[in-house]
């Protein structure tokens, strides 16, 4: 279920840690081989660590060898929004989750089958609601 969204940025502030605010609302990175779901491997749902949405499942996770947490592809081309990033003197494609804007990570288009994209995110910008049993 979708949490209420804050309205403004001190609520952010107040809502998330230093580093979620950080990825969320600032569109940092955190460093490779740092974040929590880098390598995890439990099965579950992705969510975003601002508003709840459901963005990734564990089954479309993978070992990008990277050091973030990749995917082939989200729960539905809807939950993720693109916008282009030249933020690094190159053209690179961000996503955010489309029902709070905050910024996940980027997609590439060197991903494993079926899709070929590899969604490659922030780990602050997750929460792992693991499947029960």
């Known amino acids: 279920m979708t949490q209420r969204i804050p309205g403004s940025e001190a ?3 107040a809502k998330l840690s230093t580093e979620q605010y950080e990825v969320l609302r600032c569109s940092a990175t955190e460093a ?27 089954e479309a996770k993978y070992d990008s060898g990277t050091g973030w947490p990749s995917f082939w592809e989200a729960v539905d081309p809807a939950v993720v929004t693109t916008q282009e990033d030249r933020s690094l003197g190159r053209v690179r494609t961000e996503i955010r989750c489309a029902a709070c804007g905050g910024h996940l990570g980027h997609v590439f288009p060197d991903g494993p089958a079926p899709t070929g994209l590899r969604y490659c995110l922030n780990s602050a910008a997750l929460d792992l609601e693991r499947d029960a049993g």
């Open 32 to 58: 490779p081989f740092t974040g929590a779901y880098w390598d995890a491997k439990d099965s579950g749902t992705y969510r975003c660590a601002g508003c709840g949405a459901d963005l990734f499942r564990s």
């Open 11 to 13: 609520e952010w502030k």
